[in-house]
């Protein structure tokens, strides 16, 4: 190889990056060669004196750009999942770079001239329906960046855009550096009620950093939410809370508070420039629920009932604190550890009881033979290929006739330099244009590590859902990178992941894979039939903390002047109006680091939790609006979208699931 990896041409088995060989000083100059390329591509198809086609315009935007993809999905996925100062520096430094790039490209007149004209003639040009979808979408796409503005308007969006990639940058670092450096470290007098389990996780941690002989409990949601759950130690458990809810917001370097402020009048700008009446109308305005309003009347369907039941529960656990001896209200820090009492005594159901049958790797397995099963392919195991940390491992996926069809990467552990949730990401698309391209896949969850490492049901979960993300990429068949996989409207992607999650708790899967790590014994029918029976206990106290994220979400990005906003005023304001539980305890710090993070994709008011069963997509038409709403009528205007309704072609990418479903009700009726 050469000096730089990113210039020559990888020899590593199925095209993997050559991570082994790749070097944080290495990136710089690949960014800048790469968009010098990529700008040469443009102006290649801007300066034709030829009249535009579908092949010598979009098909070559298509082509344009390889290397950029390449170096940018690489940075992108190390800088999430294996950060350090060098790469976070690097971040901040091609963020406003990278932003001006596109938005060059977005706002070029030329292009725009041609596209348009495409897209003018488009139902003349004989398109087969992939062709005609990429055609409406990169005019959308280019319209939706301000090809339509005036010059000053459009100097205007360029600004914008690289102003509000420096602030997502330093807005995602700001959280990381928080839990990265906050860490609750314990004596053996502090673990009291913990488990085996949470205790062998704390130890471990206290290992990773240089802690051995104690505990340390960290911010990452596996190591959290136990101790959140089992400590008989309140104070610690308000510690803990208190830490986990303030992320980003604690004053002095990684305050997170006055980039909230500036992210939330960025976006308003943006929308108004771009004719609409706020950021919460813009961003609907490209997905399945179209306006504010219909992911409003949706979300309100579920508030009241949603209270009501949190209500009850709340009674369930103040009874069980006062049989206890705890007079005092019932705080947030307080709610998982009575909940987990109550759970006890209606099912007779202990999560320590519960953990040690649901090993990682059980469950690993347990994902792959259900894909197996529903769609065909195959995953073995490749050891000689390089990874970028020694906790990944890596598949290839063949088909049901032995052919390729591409790599998975598997990332399951929480640690040092790594984003907290559980995501999927690409290394490289599938698309067939030129020739076939397999698509390199990668899964990453949060999960404490342990010997072995054991998950909670919910983890189990959220293993099922991200990895039905990654199938949704895995099994692609299109010929557009720009359609590939999970390329689809932000509120229908999550439909696949959905799906394939319900098979994790079929009684089939958790028969043969739920096994005790010492024994190996199947897990107990009867503790079977309560685990499922308690599938949905305490969903009252969930679905008030989504439900409330994504209401105050949508609220925020529907404000008209958020530049003169006290964020913490507003969110006093807006939780008293919708009668927001206070011992659910929601922090704004919790909301907004996924409103404000430059990894959330979703449109305002749209707040999925990954891993969870009550993520509610919004449909495809607006709900009818409900009689009463807590948030002013004067806040609901949207500028009528002019996007194209969702085609069949919406449904491409996950025809093999659709298949699945109505052709596998033998594996597991329940699931279906």
Not at 340 to 365: G, H, S
Not at 381 to 398: A, G, I, N, Q, T
Not at 428 to 449: E, H
Request: one cysteine or more; charged letters at 25%; proline letters at 6%.
């Amino acid at each position: 190889m050469t000096k730089n990896p990113f210039f020559d041409t990888w020899s590593t088995p199925f095209g993997m990056p050559p991570f082994d060989h790749i070097r944080p000083e290495h990136f710089p100059p690949a960014f800048d060669r790469a968009m010098a390329e990529h700008n040469a591509e443009i102006a290649i198809i801007t300066g034709s004196a030829e009249a535009p086609t579908f092949a010598n315009t979009i098909e070559a935007l298509e082509r344009s750009g390889c290397l950029l993809d390449r170096v940018s999905r690489v940075f992108s996925n190390l800088d999430a999942s294996n950060t350090n100062d060098a790469l976070e520096a690097i971040a901040r430094d091609y963020a406003p770079k990278l932003a001006q790039h596109q938005t060059q490209i977005a706002l070029n007149r030329r292009l725009f001239e041609l596209i348009d004209e495409l897209h003018a003639r488009r139902e003349t040009l004989g398109l087969a329906a992939d062709q005609l979808r990429l055609l409406e979408r990169h005019h959308l796409r280019l319209v939706r960046s301000g090809a339509l503005l005036r010059p000053e308007q459009k100097s205007q969006m360029a600004a914008i855009a690289e102003r509000l990639a420096v602030l997502h940058t330093r807005f995602g670092q700001n959280v990381l550096h928080d839990e990265r450096d906050w860490q609750l470290v314990l004596d053996e007098a502090d673990l009291d009620g913990l488990p085996d389990f949470a205790r062998a996780a704390a130890a471990q941690a206290a290992k990773d950093r240089g802690l051995e002989g104690r505990w340390v409990v960290t911010l990452a949601r596996s190591s959290a939410e136990p101790f959140l759950t089992f400590s008989s130690r309140r104070d610690l458990r308000r510690s803990l809370w208190q830490a986990w809810t303030a992320r980003g917001t604690h004053q002095g370097a990684n305050d997170n508070t006055p980039l909230i402020q500036e992210i939330v009048a960025l976006r308003a700008e943006q929308a108004r420039l771009l004719g609409y009446d706020n950021f919460a109308a813009y961003r609907l305005d490209d997905s399945m629920a179209r306006t504010a309003d219909a992911v409003e009347s949706l979300l309100l369907q579920v508030w009241s009932p949603a209270k009501a039941k949190a209500r009850a529960e709340l009674a369930e656990l103040e009874e069980v604190a006062r049989g206890e001896g705890v007079n005092e209200p019932i705080e947030p820090w307080d709610w998982r550890y009575y909940a987990e009492k109550v759970r006890q005594a209606q099912y007779d159901l202990d999560e320590a009881e519960v953990k040690p049958y649901f090993v990682l790797d059980n469950m690993v397995q347990a994902a792959f033979d259900t894909a197996r099963r529903l769609f065909g392919v195959t995953f073995t195991e490749l050891s000689d290929l390089p990874l970028y940390h020694p906790d990944v491992r890596v598949w290839e996926v063949r088909d049901s006739a032995g052919e390729h069809v591409g790599l998975f990467l598997h990332d399951n552990f929480a640690r040092p330099g790594k984003r907290s949730g559980a995501w999927s990401s690409r290394y490289r698309d599938q698309q067939t244009l030129d020739s076939t391209v397999a698509p390199i896949v990668v899964n990453n969850n949060n999960f404490s590590k342990g010997a072995p490492t054991l998950l909670s049901f919910d983890d189990a979960v959220t293993l099922f859902h991200e990895f039905g993300h990654g199938l949704h990429s895995l099994l692609s068949r299109v010929r557009y990178r720009s359609q590939s996989g999970t390329a689809v409207r932000r509120d229908f992607v999550e439909f696949p992941s959905q799906i394939f999650e319900h098979w994790m708790s079929a009684p089939e899967t958790l028969r043969r894979y739920a096994r005790h790590y010492q024994t190996g014994q199947p897990m107990p029918e009867d503790l079977l039939r309560r685990l499922l029976a308690a599938r949905t206990f305490n969903q009252g106290f969930a679905t008030v903390e989504y439900t409330g994220s994504a209401l105050l979400d949508l609220d925020l990005h529907r404000e008209p002047s958020p530049q003169r906003l006290d964020l913490a005023k507003f969110e006093r304001e807006f939780l008293d109006r919708i009668s927001m539980p206070r011992e659910v305890g929601c922090a704004i710090a919790r909301r907004i680091s996924s409103i404000c993070s430059p990894a959330a994709a979703m449109p305002p008011g749209i707040t999925p939790i990954s891993g969870r069963r009550y993520w509610m997509p919004t449909g495809t038409r607006p709900l009818p609006k409900p009689a009463t709403s807590s948030i002013p009528s004067s806040r609901r205007g949207s500028k009528p979208s002019t996007a194209p309704e969702t085609p069949a072609t919406q449904w491409s990418s996950i025809a093999p699931f659709a298949a699945a479903i109505r052709r596998s009700r033998h594996c597991s009726r329940s699931a279906a």
